[in-house]
């Protein structure tokens, strides 16, 4: 989920007095993919593998450093002279001794990166991205957390602590936002407002009402035998659940208001009409192409053939 150059990872190794020559790679591990550095020393030079990757850390983000350094006497050249990445030997990347979660919110984190990136077990210090996951992921994760700690937990918290250990932290800490509230309904004014959505649509409707161009059309055939009692309960239910659906929206002194009818008052006609086969298509196109003045009407509308 980040941009990853290679070549500014090379020259970053190459920054450091003890490389003469590197290279940067992509591996694909059993856990996602991994970044590792083949490295030439200097002659006469030792390279300490912890010493260069905290070197280049202090030039590249977290996410461009290498998690494995592989040392070689001489970097493997194909017929042309130039590096053959294919010979390059198979790294080995290091593996933290475990450390299990302790307190509720670290194992909360640790159970949620299991879960989600299909690791079987994961310890304070395993990183997300390590392990394999992305910003895509990341989404996934603190939507997760959020549901099972009961607070709001920004996307840029795994970024900034995208370990264990680290999250729970910020977690505990208060990092992240609190508690999500209850959802409840609001008190609403005499005159409700439209959103700017709302605005454009009414202006637009005002010059032509009877315009179909807005209109969105759903067709559905049904086969067998139809409770037509039962549909039109559902469709009724529909209306009940979403205000939207029997909002109308009258001019006020010029301006365009919200009125959200009672659901007593709203019902659509769903008696079926019989109609030839051959005909179906042409009646279809006729009911979906008649347009809505949603001053006075219902932004919906239902026809039901047999």
Do not use: C
């Amino acid at each position: 989920g980040q941009r990853i150059e290679l070549g500014e990872i090379d020259s970053a190794l190459l920054s450091q007095e003890s490389v003469s020559q590197a290279a940067a790679a992509v591996v694909a591990t059993a856990t996602g993919d991994q970044l590792a550095a083949y490295v030439v020393p200097t002659p006469g030079v030792v390279i300490d593998g912890n010493e260069l990757t905290d070197g280049i850390a202090a030039i590249l983000p977290s996410y461009m450093v290498p998690s494995a350094v592989v040392v070689l006497d001489a970097f493997p050249l194909n017929t042309s002279g130039k590096l053959d990445r294919k010979a390059l030997p198979v790294p080995t990347f290091e593996v933290r001794e475990f450390r299990a979660p302790a307190s509720r919110a670290e194992e909360v984190v640790a159970g949620v990166f299991a879960d989600v990136l299909g690791v079987e077990r994961v310890g304070l210090d395993d990183d997300f991205f390590a392990l394999g996951g992305n910003s895509l992921i990341a989404t996934q994760i603190v939507a997760r957390l959020g549901s099972e700690l009961n607070s709001r937990v920004p996307l840029r918290v795994i970024f900034e602590s995208p370990t264990v250990q680290g999250l729970a932290t910020a977690v505990e800490a208060n990092d992240v936002d609190g508690g999500i509230p209850p959802l409840v309904a609001q008190r609403r004014p005499d005159r409700i407002p439209l959103s700017l959505a709302q605005q454009r649509m009414w202006f637009l409707n005002q010059f032509e009402s009877g315009s179909a161009v807005d209109n969105i059309p759903v067709a559905v055939r049904l086969s067998g035998a139809l409770d037509t009692n039962a549909l039109s309960a559902a469709v009724h239910d529909l209306i009940a659940r979403h205000e939207v659906l029997r909002t109308i929206y009258p001019s006020v002194d010029g301006q365009g208001s919200q009125v959200i009818l009672p659901v007593e008052s709203v019902t659509l006609d769903l008696t079926p009409e019989t109609a030839a086969a051959a005909d179906i298509l042409a009646r279809a196109v006729e009911v979906v192409s008649v347009g809505f003045d949603v001053t006075r009407e219902l932004p919906l509308s239902a026809k039901l053939f047999r």
